[in-house]
């Protein structure tokens, strides 16, 4: 077996970012997560993960302050996990995924399901970049500049 490396250290954002969530479990369980899933046996049912594994991704996302563990919501001895502040501004990256693979990984025949505001039940728009000053910007209209 490979052993990861770390990229904690990197001068990138980009790379710093992918060693807390870069693999596709962590991003797996965040996302369900916002779906409102907490239980260590739901997680697991839901992903259809080695418990072994959903331990050391439930581990390494607690550890890195994605997720806390709190008591369980039904008064049971139980621990949940839930989004920390830290996970909650993972949302856009979430959603981005999602609108990225609606976009260019089905057939307009496929059934996909819908992220929709959940006060009026319109779909959600796709997100974009913009300017300070409000214009739309293409990734050819940016730049990375080192400060």
Known sequence: MVKRVSLWDAGCPVAR???VIGDWWSLLIIRDAFDGVRRFGAF???LG????MLATRLRD???RGILETAPAS???????YVLTEKGCGLFLVIVALRQWGEAHLYRPDDAI??????????PVARLELRAQDGRRLAWSET????I
């Open 44 to 46: 697991q049912t839901g």
């Open 17 to 19: 970012a992918l060693d």
């Open 61 to 63: 996302l607690t550890d």
């Open 74 to 80: 039904d008064g049971s001895a139980y621990r949940e």
């Open 113 to 122: 399901s819908a992220l929709v505001d959940a006060e009026t039940g319109a």
């Open 143 to 146: 730049r990375v500049e080192k």
């Open 49 to 52: 993960i080695a418990r072994g």
